[in-house]
């Protein structure tokens, strides 16, 4: 009885000491060491500019390049003939919106701002992108995976499970006190509300 009290008073100082602050930051820290730089570069791959250097003009840096179409929609850009003039208006927003959405949610979720909504589209597109890898590159059983299984290291099932962690929790439980969202929060006077 007396450990189990121990036990008890001891993790309760923790959450107490914690709560407001060490749990939000700790998953936005956990997302911007693990895939923060990962889908800014695959968003800067899939622009114009990347494909010509440092040359680049700076519309370049806001357009589209085909690259983009043979990562987000295969099937349809290789029936276009590899020529996204051909594909019609929802591929083009959905170039565009992938694209800049991997810039922007990503920034959001480490920030802290809009950390819900920003984690719920960071969800989305995570669940978009392994449906494109699995329907439309053709994904293997291996790189797949299999839930429940001794192979830990499949790239969609396992790693991608991994990555929601993070996510699904600053979408229950917010950013915390450590965050643009708390700072809000506080100057507002609407505690709780948003981060």
Known sequence: ?????????????????????????FAR????????????HSATRKLVASERGAEGALAEYFTVSGNTFAQIAPKAFET?????????????????????????????????????????????????????????????????GTPFDRIQDS???DQRLLWLVPLVYLVVRGAGALSVDGVLSRRMGLRGSMG
């Open 29 to 40: 820290l956990a997302f911007a060491s693990v895939l923060l730089i990962y889908f800014w």
């Open 1 to 25: 009885m007396f450990f189990i009290r121990l036990h008890d008073a001891f993790f309760d100082l923790i959450e107490r000491a914690t709560a407001g602050w060490l749990p939000g930051l």
């Open 155 to 157: 790239a969609i099932l």
């Open 80 to 144: 276009a003939g590899y020529d996204a003039t051909q594909l019609d208006t929802p591929f083009w927003v959905m170039a565009y919106a992938g694209t800049y959405g991997e810039f922007i949610l990503p920034l959001l979720v480490v920030i802290g701002f809009a950390t819900r909504l920003a984690s719920l589209g960071m969800i989305v597109f995570v669940f978009v992108q392994s449906w494109v890898d699995i329907t439309g590159h053709q994904a293997g059983a291996e790189t797949i």
